[in-house]
């Protein structure tokens, strides 16, 4: 009976219905054999520092490692890709300001980040254009005057 | 001339005499389940990456936290408003006192037990015999997962899915409708109701799964079993009534959509007020459509706005093509049964078509007065089983035309192009059924991205200003689980390339 019963069957038919979900549960088990060893090829999870995690937009992970003990005013090595297309030290401040990401700018203000005068200016200058300028003039210290002329990013 | 006689396994009836099942898995069982049990896993693992969401959840926490008792939280939540659902937050109080302080892990690992049990019990009942029903049920496992209705199920959590209690609840019925019927299977069906009834009002539902099954044959719960549980739908609404407890309606309070935009609950009071049957009407209308074409979601068609916007985005009509094949399909396929040209279905499959057919029309009822994915999403477990139906039907045809041409007639160019598209339309199919399930972990990611997020904005110092009760127990409560939350490892979504939303956002 059971040959019968294949016989009448549209194998093509069958084998076209089943394969994309069998492939797709082959590629599930896939990744989930390496979830196992910390590996997640479609939806990664990458280890960051504060910088990258600004620079990133992680809002949650840059508060993390804030309440962990990271200082953010202080500049980190950040890899390319994330912010600039070459490696570079930045602090988190930096980093999010490059971005153009406001939320991330006052999220870091309200943690903890400073900058003196001279950062500032360098800072305010380059975000002269940019959605995040308004937050920077919130944070303006008392001694900064914004004077662009020869003024550099430090990571140019 | 294919037999008109159905030889099939499965085709014979289940009448409580007469079910059969082999007391050892067959090998297309074994690959269906195993397809099964790798698709919960990943769906498992992804919750078990997610955080429990603050929005529906902490509230619920802080109040089974200052509960003194299960007894307590039971009369404490009995009557809330037009809901009747005390076991919602008596489960949430058993699970929150087991957890003894693993609250994600003791939540989420439920909510992936619970995933992980509907998709066995999805899987059981499709009764996979032969190689091509274990075809059709991989077929039929990417729909379920596929489904706009399934991301309500594994979404959110307050903080226990009651959605996908009421889906696994009636999957459980229609698995004891299945069996071979006992005193306990009647028993069985019986607290299932009312556990899923006094969990969430769509967990009535499962006395219409029991009364269907009963019509269309399936006699694994008696009809001891369906008068028990009757009985107990007329003393849950006799109780209901007692209590005062209105049925839902306008003044629930939510927005509501409308054509092509949501309106406000002010406005729809406006508009519906003195007599809201319309609305009602268009409620049940618009989710009958919303499982069988993925659109209307929360009564707003979706599609119709963005296309008098100008846009075609492709995460609103993959969906909507999809799932108006397989609604095409289905018809097809009911049609011809009805017609009776579809003589090698089988006895099972006709009933779950059956079936399909009252659950989607009752799960809309359901839906009156408010509508969207998560309400409906018992209806669209259902879809899926018809989707399964379907193909397993088509496979068959696709059989016949092989053989009413014969080997001698092999070369006949219509019959093989006929089987070619047929191939190519049921591929194309699967795969993108398969691709909107796959959108599910992605939706999944995104989602506990955001939660995260949510959790680092919330002060544990600072709830009550958020109104949320704020002693001692409940900061620590509150910072353990922001806690837990931000050590969990969550992809940033930022970072997935735009094509995963375009395709798979919300």
């Known amino acids: 009976m059971g040959g019968r019963l294949v016989g009448r069957v549209n194998r093509p038919a069958a084998f076209a219905v089943a394969m994309p979900g069998c492939l797709l549960a082959a590629a599930s088990l896939i990744a989930l054999m390496l979830a196992a060893f910390g590996e997640y090829p479609m939806w990664p999870h990458d280890d960051v520092n504060l910088a990258e995690a600004a620079g990133a937009r ?42 153009d990401d406001p939320a991330m700018v006052a999220q870091l203000f309200a943690r903890g980040a400073a900058v003196d005068g001279p950062s500032w200016v360098a800072l305010r200058c380059f975000a002269a254009d940019l959605r995040v300028a308004p937050v920077l003039d919130e944070h303006r210290p008392g001694s900064a005057t914004l004077e662009c002329d020869g003024t550099r990013v430090p990571w140019e | 001339m294919p037999s008109a006689i159905n030889t099939h396994p499965a085709s014979i009836p289940t009448t409580r005499s007469a079910v059969i099942r082999p007391a050892y898995l067959t090998g297309p069982q074994i690959a269906a389940y195993l397809i099964a049990a790798i698709v919960a896993a990943s769906f498992a693992h992804d919750l078990m990456r997610k955080p429990i969401q603050v929005s529906d959840s902490l509230q619920e926490l802080l109040d089974v936290q200052q509960s003194p008792s299960l007894w307590a939280t039971f009369v404490a939540h009995s009557p809330r408003g037009p809901f009747l659902r005390p076991l919602k937050q008596v489960q949430t109080k058993v699970l929150f006192d087991m957890a003894a ?64 209690e009421s889906v696994l609840g009636c999957l459980l019925v229609l698995n004891l409708a299945q069996s071979r019927g006992s005193v306990w299977t009647d028993l069985a069906a019986a607290v299932t109701f009312v556990i899923a009834s006094l969990t969430v009002e769509s967990g009535v539902l499962v006395w219409v799964v029991v009364v269907a099954a009963w019509v269309c044959g399936m006699r694994g719960v008696t009809w001891r079993g369906v008068s028990a549980v009757t009985l107990l739908l007329v003393s ?12 839902p309606g306008l003044d629930v309070g939510r927005d509501s959509g409308f054509g092509t935009r949501m309106l406000e609950s002010a406005e729809l009071a406006r508009r519906f007020g003195a007599d809201p049957t319309w609305f009602y009407l268009y409620n049940v209308g618009t989710s009958i459509l919303s499982v069988l074409f993925s659109d209307p979601d929360r009564g707003v068609f979706h599609t119709v706005r963005t296309w008098l916007q100008g846009e075609f985005p492709a995460r609103l009509y993959l969906p909507v093509v999809t799932s108006a094949i397989t609604t095409a399909l289905i018809v097809c396929v009911a049609v011809a049964r009805w017609r009776g040209r579809a003589p090698m279905m089988s006895a099972s499959n006709t009933q779950l078509l059956k079936i399909f057919g009252a ?77 909107r399930s796959a959108g599910v972990h992605h939706m999944l990611q995104t989602q506990a991205f955001r939660e995260r997020v949510e959790w680092a904005r919330l002060d544990p110092e600072r709830i009550a200003e958020r109104g949320y009760p704020s002693d001692a127990r409940a900061r620590a409560l509150t910072a353990q689980l922001r806690r837990e939350a931000l050590d969990l490892r969550i992809a940033n979504t930022n970072e997935v390339p735009a094509w995963a939303d375009d395709w798979w956002g919300e």
């Open chain 1, 58 to 99: 992680e809002e949650a992970e840059v508060t993390r490692l804030i309440e962990r003990g990271q200082d953010p005013n202080a500049p980190y090595p950040v890899r390319p890709g994330l912010v600039l297309d070459r490696p570079a030290k930045l602090t988190p401040l930096e980093a999010a300001v490059i971005n």
């Open chain 2, 236 to 247: 849950y609404l006799a109780a209901r009534f007692a209590l005062s407890i209105a049925t």
């Open chain 2, 359 to 435: 659950m989607l029309i009752a799960n809309a009822i359901v839906s009156y007065a408010y509508t969207k994915h998560e309400i409906v999403s018992i209806a669209g477990a259902f879809y899926a089983f018809a989707a399964y139906v379907a193909a397993r039907q088509v496979i068959e045809i696709g059989g016949r035309m092989d053989a009413s041409s014969g080997p001698e007639a092999s070369g006949d160019h219509a019959s093989a192009l006929g089987r070619a598209a047929l191939c190519l339309l049921l591929g194309a199919l699967a795969c993108a059924w398969a691709f």
């Open chain 2, 101 to 164: 302080g693993h609250y994600w892990l003791v939540f989420r690992g439920f909510h992936a037990l619970l995933i992980a049990a509907a998709l066995f019990l999805f899987t059981r009942a499709l009764r996979v015999r032969t190689w091509p029903d274990a075809a059709a049920a991989v077929f039929a496992l990417t729909v379920f997962t596929g489904l706009l209705t399934f991301r309500g199920l594994v979404r959110e959590a307050f903080p226990i899915n009651l959605y996908l």
